[in-house]
């Protein structure tokens, strides 16, 4: 009888060590894709960082951090002209735009890696309405 016990015990122990880390685990990875959280991580800080972490080559953090404020979200367009439209679903004339800048749009050559312009490319010749 005493044996069961202690068994129960150790599962049920176990199974609340499993759901508490479970919840951790979920509310860093919220913590760490907040908006808050993205803002407070400048353009600055990320390209004078050295670290290759997957969040720099991320199309979509790429875009949103350095695009949408013209192009608006998704490339729906806003200051400037929308990219959804599918004329842009070339991902090398996308870079080509993005390095030299076009009309009243700054060009990133410099600012942004090779890998990071090509990570925005394929991005945005993904868009879809
Ligand atoms: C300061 C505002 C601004 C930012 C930031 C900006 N753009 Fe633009 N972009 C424009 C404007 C304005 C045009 C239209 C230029 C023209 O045709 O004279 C344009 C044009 C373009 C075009 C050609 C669209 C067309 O229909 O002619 C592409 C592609 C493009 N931008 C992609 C990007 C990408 C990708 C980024 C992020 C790396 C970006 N832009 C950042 C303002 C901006």
């Not at 942004?112 to 868009?127: H, M, N, R, T, W």
């Given at each position: 009888?005493?044996?069961?016990?202690?068994?129960?015990?150790?599962?049920?122990?176990?199974?609340?060590?499993?759901?508490?880390?479970?919840?951790?685990?979920?509310?860093?990875?919220?913590?760490?894709?907040?908006?808050?959280?993205?803002?407070?991580?400048?353009?600055?800080?990320?390209?004078?960082?050295?670290?290759?972490?997957?969040?720099?080559?991320?199309?979509?953090?790429?875009?949103?951090?350095?695009?949408?404020?013209c192009h608006?979200?998704?490339?729906?367009g806003?200051?400037g002209p929308a990219l959804?439209t599918?004329?842009?679903?070339?991902?090398?004339?996308?870079?080509?735009?993005?390095?030299?800048?076009?009309?009243?749009?700054?060009?990133?050559?410099?600012?942004?890696?090779?890998?990071?312009?090509?990570?925005?490319?394929?991005?945005?010749?993904?868009?879809?309405?």
């Amino acid at each position: 009888m005493l044996r069961t016990k202690v068994w129960r015990n150790l599962i049920i122990s176990i199974a609340v060590t499993i759901i508490a880390v479970a919840v951790l685990t979920q509310s860093i990875q919220s913590a760490q894709t907040s908006p808050s959280n993205q803002a407070s991580q400048t353009p600055a800080s990320n390209t004078s960082s050295t670290s290759s972490s997957p969040t720099q080559v991320s199309g979509v953090n790429l875009y949103n951090t350095y695009c949408s404020a013209c192009h608006g979200s998704n490339g729906s367009g806003a200051s400037g002209p929308a990219l959804n439209t599918g004329s842009w679903s070339d991902s090398s004339k996308v870079q080509a735009i993005v390095k030299s800048g076009k009309g009243g749009m700054p060009g990133f050559q410099g600012q942004l890696s090779d890998p990071q312009i090509k990570a925005i490319g394929d991005y945005v010749a993904a868009l879809k309405k």
